[in-house]
């Protein structure tokens, strides 16, 4: 056999993502973790407008966002939240609102 027909096996240590030594000429992606200042100051609950359907909170990834006992969401794990603003977004009552940086919402108040 010649080096053209030979085919290559599948090394199953390797992973599927991983590259192969010979097509490798990109450096490798490097994936965001959550970092601290993307964390919002605050996620407000308008309670007069929420009907208390719990769509905020399934859609949470890392469910910072609960359902109190009253049936009502609450932030009840800030240090969770990555400022995604699934509850924001999803809100069908447009009830909640996620406060990123107090310097941001002074210069948007005065526009």
């Keep these: 056999m010649d080096s053209q027909s030979k085919t290559k096996e599948k090394d199953p240590k390797r992973s599927r993502t991983e590259k192969v030594p010979e097509q490798s000429g990109d450096k490798p992606v490097k994936t965001a ?11 407000r609950v308008y309670q007069s ?11 949470c990834p890392t469910k910072a966002l609960e359902i109190g006992p009253a049936g009502n969401p609450v932030w009840k794990h800030p240090d969770l ?4 603003r699934m509850c ?4 069908p009552d447009f ?14 108040a005065g526009k």
């Design 88 to 91: 924001e977004l999803r809100c």
């Design 49 to 59: 407008w929420c009907k208390k359907c719990g769509i905020c909170a399934a859609f």
């Design 95 to 108: 009830a909640i609102e996620v406060v990123k940086d107090a310097t941001k919402e002074k210069v948007n």
């Design 81 to 84: 939240c990555i400022g995604c």
């Design 33 to 43: 973790k959550p970092a601290a200042n993307r964390r919002p100051k605050d996620v």
